[in-house]
């Protein structure tokens, strides 16, 4: 604080004492007309004070804003001493104060009241003497005032214009200072300048700094401005602050950001495409504000590519021994894979690069095709990635979006391959036949490249727009139906088919895996919980019904369920449980399924045919009734067209075999005839019931009983020839689970029992026919014979025999 001179001393007023007004966060000079919202009770005595008297209050800044209750060592020594204009009380109990500045005054001592504070003050006016110096400065700080009231936009032109006819130096400087936005110790260091001359040329340096610091603000805005669209004001926020950090000279990230790419770009060992495509991004990257929308698509274009393994592979173990000891332990039987797998490893020892086998496992829910490929990749000490195709409809979650749309990603393939890190590993492709079609594209066509050898190894997806090497990727594709993959699809797959388990293969699955799995499970010892095979069997009989052991898993486990509880209820952790067959019904209630059904008494009219189902086979009886009528055909059971048309074919061949089977020449014309297939519920449909419904409708026409030790199937031509069906494993499987010793197969499946277990085999008796006249006389029991023509027939003109092999 300056001095005061000797000729200021001598003319100002002597001390008066005075109520004092603390304030926050403001300074009044003289002259300044001002409101204020007073709260604290000792302001408002004070205000009250000066109210009753002379209306004048003595107005002091505090040096801290958050003291409430101010003493002299809080309030700055100089102060203005100002006139109370106008005072309203509000209903809020705080005061509203419009007070005018007069004069100057000093702060010489206080005294301390209840009610408000009192200072003893001297009063300092203005030296008023104008000098050609005090006018120069006016006219520099009148111009600088200008200057900053064009940057500011605050302060309106009139107050400029008012401000400048201002005449004397103090009130001019004072005025001004009033309307600057600069902190209040700059202000109240104004106040306590009672050199006019000096006053201005504090008020020139003040203001001049504050003209630079609103130039270089607004040299920020527009160069901002300058970077981004109007429209997006979070962008403009962001680059003012990048802006503010490049004035103070801080460090710039972006372009740490880009030292590391390219960096990353070397260590990736892409393609030759590749590192010219990310090169050419990297540069285009660097020309573009880091915070703009394109900038944050080529970054992460760039942060895929080099995140690819391109070079990066595990080495598969060539150890034939090892890897069959892991499929073994793995899974029971399934032999044709284990072996193909083992024959891609031996011809790998002796070739060092070869593409990778594409595999489709085809078979019913739950026989363990995707548990197989897990295995496939432990035997060969590859990474192991699935991705489930069900549900997808979209041709771009294979091959990818393009990068000009949001939040484009690459396909399925690519993102499994980034997750897995090498670029050998085994990729299973789940559900491949639950793929759908819509208006986006067709997916199964986009698989295409992916799963053909001569192409994989340039697979272009949309996303990346570079070829990637599919080729050391070993595809394994899993499906339950074949028929619901595309036929082009379907040709570029080596199609391994994993038929159902028998009984005796899933005991031995439940004994070696499920059992032991389901012990750990549920916390019980080992040893502790022992089933008899007669357990198992009623399990899988009764409980299930089923070609996989997934259902077979979820009943042992409500058993040790059941078991689990016990122990814990009545406190038999030492115990041990043996579980055979009659506590199975226990544990488990009521069976679910019937075991071995077939008809004792040998029937009229009733053949027990067989069929094949997504679960395994199935025994399927027919039945024929004849009725009085005029030659109708009924067929009910819910069956499909080709069924049908199996009928028609069944009812015309009996027809032309009339005299052989001693009916009158136009008993159809006699006759309603009703073919019908129990569990009308269940939609059937096929060929294979073709001689199933010729042999009933015999029987029922004739009068004579049928074999119900006897199961058939086959395709039954106009002339009578029996032709192939697929699925023999699985229907042989049901014929042996009802309980039936005898079959009856096309002779032209033959050759496929030896895909059938050996036990099977044993336990039936497997009669192979090539005629329907052959059929009748296995399955009819009477006294009518057909050999004689059965003998005499002419296969060369039959004309089935082009269409059917």
Not at 382 to 403: M, Q, T
Not at 544 to 557: K, M, P, S, Y
Not at 766 to 781: F, K, N, R, T, W
Request: proline share 5%; charged share 30%.
């Amino acid at each position: 604080m300056t001095e005061l001179p000797e000729d200021v001393l001598s003319e100002s007023v002597p001390p008066v004492s005075f109520p004092v007004l603390p304030l926050r966060d403001i300074v009044i000079f003289p002259h300044m007309v001002t409101p204020l919202f007073v709260g604290r009770p000792k302001s408002i005595h004070a205000l009250e004070w000066a109210m009753e008297h002379d209306k004048q209050v003595l107005l002091v800044t505090q040096k801290d804003p958050k003291t409430d209750d101010p003493l002299a060592d809080d309030l700055y020594e100089m102060g203005t001493l100002g006139q109370v204009v106008q005072m309203l009380k509000l209903p809020d109990g705080t005061v509203k104060v419009l007070v005018e500045g007069t004069v100057r005054a000093r702060l010489i001592d206080f005294e301390y009241t209840d009610e408000c504070i009192f200072a003893n003050l001297q009063q300092l006016p203005d030296q008023e003497a104008m000098s050609p110096e005090q006018e120069a400065l006016m006219r520099s700080v009148n111009t600088t005032f200008d200057t900053y009231a064009n940057l500011s936009k605050k302060i309106p032109a009139e107050m400029v214009t008012s401000i400048a006819g201002v005449e004397e130096p103090g009130r001019f400087a004072d005025t001004i200072v009033a309307h600057l936005t600069v902190p209040i110790s700059d202000k109240q260091e104004i106040l306590e300048e009672m050199d006019s001359l000096l006053r201005l040329e504090k008020l020139l340096a003040l203001m001049e700094r504050e003209v630079e610091i609103l130039q270089i603000e607004k040299k920020i805005r527009n160069r901002v401005k300058n970077q981004m669209e109007r429209s997006q004001k979070e962008y403009y926020l962001n680059e003012q602050m990048r802006a503010i950090q490049k004035e103070l000279g801080e460090k710039d990230e972006f372009k740490q950001e880009l030292r590391e790419l390219e960096e990353k770009i070397v260590k990736a060992r892409m393609s030759k495409e590749a590192t010219d495509k990310a090169t050419a991004e990297l540069r285009k990257l660097k020309m573009m504000s880091p915070m703009s929308a394109e900038a944050t698509v080529v970054r992460n274009y760039i942060d895929w590519l080099v995140a690819l393994p391109w070079k990066k592979g595990t080495k598969d173990q060539i150890d034939l021994l090892h890897a069959e000891e892991i499929l073994e332990e793995d899974h029971y039987g399934l032999e044709k894979v284990k072996e193909r797998i083992l024959e891609y490893l031996a011809v790998q020892a002796l070739v060092k690069k070869i593409k990778g086998p594409i595999l489709c496992l085809v078979g019913p829910p739950g026989v363990g095709k995707t548990s197989l490929g897990r295995s496939v990749a432990r035997a060969m000490g590859r990474k192991f990635i699935r991705v489930s195709l069900g549900g997808v409809r979209d041709e771009a979650e294979i091959r990818g979006h393009r990068r000009t749309y949001i939040g484009a990603m690459p396909g399925k393939v690519i993102q499994g391959l980034r997750k897995v890190g090498t670029r050998n590993p085994v990729f299973l492709l789940d559900e491949v036949d639950k793929m759908s079609t819509d208006f986006r594209g067709d997916p199964s066509s986009a698989l295409l490249e992916v799963l053909d050898p001569e192409q994989n190894h340039s697979f272009g997806d949309h996303f990346l727009d570079v070829d990637y090497d599919l080729s050391s990727v070993m595809f394994i594709a899993t499906a339950n139906t074949l028929q619901a993959i595309p036929g082009p699809l379907r040709d570029r797959m080596e199609v391994i088919r994993i038929e159902g388990y028998t009984e005796e293969e899933k005991v031995h699955i439940a004994d070696r895996y499920l059992l032991p799995k389901q012990l750990e499970t549920h916390g019980l010892k080992e040893g502790q919980v022992k089933f008899s095979e007669a357990a198992l069997l009623e399990i899988i009989r009764r409980y299930t019904r089923e070609a996989g052991v997934r259902n077979l898993e979820r009943e042992i486990a409500n058993v040790f369920r059941k078991i689990a509880r016990e122990v814990v209820k009545a406190g038999l952790q030492g115990n041990r449980f043996q579980v055979g067959a009659p506590q199975i019904k226990k544990y488990l209630g009521v069976p679910r399924y019937s075991f071995g059904v077939r008809e004792e008494e040998h029937r009229i009219g009733l053949v027990n045919g067989l069929a094949w189902t997504e679960v395994g086979g199935e025994l399927l009886t027919v039945e024929v009734t004849v009725l009085p009528g005029q030659g109708k055909l009924t067929v009910t059971g819910k069956l499909g067209e080709v069924m049908r048309e199996s009928a028609q074919a069944a009812l015309s061949y009996v027809r032309s075999r009339w005299m052989e089977l001693g009916l009158e020449k136009d008993f159809y014309t006699k006759v309603d005839i009703h073919i019908h297939v129990p569990e009308g519920a269940i939609p059937k449909d096929g060929p294979s019931a073709g001689i199933t419904m010729a042999t009933a409708l015999a029987s029922a026409l004739t009068g004579l009983v049928v074999d119900q030790d006897l199961a058939m199937t086959g395709e039954i031509t106009l002339r009578g020839r029996v032709l192939a069906i697929g699925g023999l494993k699985e229907k042989l499987l049901a014929s042996k689970r009802a309980g039936i010793h005898r079959v009856l197969i096309p002779k032209e499946n033959e050759k496929n029992l030896e895909e059938v277990p050996a036990t099977i085999r044993r336990s039936l008796k497997i009669i192979p026919v090539a005629h329907m006249d052959e059929v009748l006389d296995e399955a009819i029991l009477g006294s009518f014979s057909t050999s004689s023509t059965a003998d005499n027939k002419d296969y060369v003109l039959d004309p089935d025999k082009s269409v059917h092999h």
